[in-house]
């Protein structure tokens, strides 16, 4: 039997924020070693710690800008393909991981994937905890993928006849990310 891998759900909220803060959890994507976000992230929850968001803010607000995030453009086949990668301002991560990781909602989050479990279906993209000492970096996570989505599915194919299967060719390309944050923009009369 495989050994199942120990998700975000299974720590407590202080332990989840802990996890989020990582260098590794913020930007996943691999980057070459001596880009290292620990010093950032540290500076950014010392400095806000507890600190209301809107206490943080001055006149303007991060929607009022479009360039809040980094974007980067990252070769996804080594031709032509491109995949639009964002790396989040600091600043707005810590807020976001803060709110998320605060207690009461943390066990509201838990609650809602224990209460919407159900048995035929697998929430197998959940962020994973790293091993205490991996052959390679993110082992870990490369393994459960391979166990939850390669190995399961082999399984499944075992007990259905027929297979549905779909791929979406370089969607990232078709998608505009000026467009979602045009609709998420509040609507000035």
Same mark, same amino acid.
């Given at each position: 039997?495989k +050994? @199942?891998a ?10 989840a924020l ?6 590794q @959890? &913020?930007?996943?994507f ?7 976000? #620990? +010093?950032?992230?540290?500076f950014v ?10 206490d ?14 980094m974007?980067?453009?990252?070769n996804k086949?080594?031709?032509y393909?491109i ?29 809602? &994937? ?11 993209a959940?962020p994973?905890?790293?091993?205490e ?12 993928w391979?166990? #939850?989505?390669? @190995? ?8 259905? +006849? =027929? ?7 370089n969607? =990232?390309?078709?998608?505009?990310? #000026?467009t979602i944050?045009a ?7």
């Amino acid at each position: 039997m495989k +050994k @199942q891998a120990t998700t975000i759900l299974e720590l407590n909220h202080e332990e989840a924020l802990n996890f989020l803060m990582d260098t590794q @959890q &913020f930007c996943s994507f691999e980057l070459p070693e001596y880009f290292d976000f #620990q +010093k950032v992230l540290n500076f950014v929850r010392t400095t806000i710690a507890e600190k209301p968001y809107d206490d943080c803010l001055s006149d303007k607000r991060p929607d009022d800008f479009c360039d809040t995030n980094m974007n980067i453009l990252m070769n996804k086949d080594g031709r032509y393909g491109i995949r639009p990668i964002t790396l989040p301002n600091p600043y707005l991560y810590y807020f976001m991981a803060r709110e998320l990781c605060e207690k009461t909602n943390w066990m509201r989050i838990k609650d809602c &994937f224990s209460h919407f479990s159900v048995p035929h279906i697998t929430a197998c993209a959940l962020p994973v905890l790293p091993e205490e000492k991996e052959p390679f970096n993110k082992a870990t996570i490369i393994l459960n993928w391979w166990n #939850q989505m390669e @190995q399961r599915s082999l399984e499944l194919s075992l007990e259905y +006849k =027929y297979m549905f299967v779909t791929d979406i060719t370089n969607c =990232y390309g078709s998608v505009n990310p #000026q467009t979602i944050e045009a609709l998420r923009a509040p609507v000035k009369p």
